[in-house]
Nanobody
Framework: QLKFVESGGGLVHPGGSLRLSCAASGFSLEYSAVGWFRQAPEKGYEGVSCMNYYGRQAKYSDSVKGRFHISRDNAKNTVYLEIASLEPEDTALYFC???????????????????WGQGTQVTVSS
């Protein structure tokens, strides 16, 4: 059974940065596109980034483009998200995701996500 363990979140000041990690078990991510999505308080899921199975193509939502960077280590079955220049609007519970495709879906920012882990909380506040 697929399970994700997300970690690396925390409380940071505006402008700060974090590195989120997502370790997968029960399923190899090697031939799946992977991504990150988030849920802000009282809001729905928002896909923020996606990477294809080989790690050569990455996509970002407009709200995080230029500030977030996704990467993956297939040997460790782990996905990362480096987040920088954080803004209060980035405060959310962050989850990782896998897709049933090799490439990223065109609608990854509004995709119907399923949570496979507990997520990791990122709070941006002064």
């Amino acid at each position: 059974q697929l399970k994700f363990v997300e970690s690396g979140g925390g409380l940071v000041h505006p402008g700060g940065s974090l590195r989120l990690s997502c370790a997968a078990s029960g399923f190899s991510l090697e031939y799946s596109a992977v991504g990150w999505f988030r849920q802000a308080p009282e809001k729905g899921y928002e896909g923020v980034s996606c990477m294809n199975y080989y790690g050569r193509q990455a996509k970002y939502s407009d709200s995080v483009k230029g500030r977030f960077h996704i990467s993956r280590d297939n040997a460790k079955n782990t996905v990362y998200l480096e987040i920088a220049s954080l803004e209060p609007e980035d405060t959310a519970l962050y989850f990782c995701a896998k897709f049933d495709t090799l490439g990223c879906p065109e609608n990854f920012s509004t995709y119907k996500y399923t949570t496979w882990g507990q997520g990791t909380q990122v709070t941006v506040s002064s």
